[in-house]
């Protein structure tokens, strides 16, 4: 049998990122104009949060929303998913 058909998609490594990579990713992203990013404090402030998150995967996915934090958290708009209240809510 082939071993790509025995792979679990949702634990394989290859849908795994590191922060790094992540981090990458934001920086390649082509954003529309207009696109407000939270300063760096913000920025460090929500990832500070996300890292103590049970929500939280691998060190950069969010259960909630699927996303990657670093990336998410770079966007001023974007807030944090989970239910029942943001936490990122100041
Ligand atoms: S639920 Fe909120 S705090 Fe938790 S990992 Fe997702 S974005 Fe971060």
Redesign the pocket.
């Known amino acids: 049998m082939d071993d790509m058909k025995t792979d679990c998609k949702g634990c394989s490594a290859t849908v795994r990122v590191t922060p790094a990579e992540a981090e990458d990713a934001f920086a390649k992203l082509r954003l529309p104009p207009g696109t407000r990013l939270a300063d760096e404090t913000e920025y460090r402030r929500?990832?500070d949060?996300?890292s103590s998150?049970?929500?939280?995967e691998y060190g950069t996915?969010?259960?909630?929303?699927g996303?990657l934090?670093q990336v998410?958290?770079h966007l001023a708009s974007d807030?944090?998913?989970?239910p029942g209240g943001?936490?990122?809510k100041k």
Do not use: D, F, H, M
């Open positions: 929500r990832l949060i996300c998150c049970v929500e939280l996915t969010c259960r909630q929303c996303c934090v998410r958290a807030g944090c998913p989970r943001s936490g990122w």
